[in-house]
């Protein structure tokens, strides 16, 4: 059974850093690009960062590019999202998906054919 299952999410202080996991099973873990997704409460979901099959197929949104990192550790089928510096507007639950295809291109929902059951981050004094 496909599975994806995030974690990591928590409450933290604005400026401060956290680290989300999706563990990935029930699938050829190394044939899929990954990503990660976010949703705040009354707006769309909203692409953040994916990593393809290859070394350094990686794509990042213009909103977190320098403050999200993102790898994947093929031995424990597992993405990682690094984030840092975190800001109020970065609250929301964060989402990791398969794509259909093994690289990254854009991060189209319609692309995306499995989701995880996502994890809260909120940012906040």
């Known amino acids: 059974q496909l599975r994806l299952v995030e974690s990591g999410g928590a409450l933290v202080q604005p400026g401060g850093s956290l680290t989300l996991s999706c563990a990935a099973s029930g699938f050829p873990f190394n044939r899929y690009a990954i990503g990660w997704f976010r949703q705040a409460p009354g707006k769309e979901r909203e692409g953040l960062a994916c990593?393809?099959?290859?070394?350094?197929?990686?794509e990042y949104a213009e909103s977190i590019e320098g403050r999200f990192t993102a790898s994947r550790d093929r031995t424990k089928a597992t993405v990682i999202l690094r984030m840092h510096n975190l800001q109020p507007e970065d609250t929301a639950v964060y989402y990791c998906?398969?794509?259909?295809?093994?690289?990254?291109?854009?991060?189209?929902?319609?692309?995306?054919?499995?989701w995880g059951q996502g994890t809260q981050v909120t940012v906040s004094s």
């Open positions: 998906a398969r794509f259909v295809y093994d690289y990254c291109e854009g991060f189209v929902v319609r692309n995306v054919d499995s």
């Open positions: 990593v393809g099959t290859r070394t350094g197929s990686l």
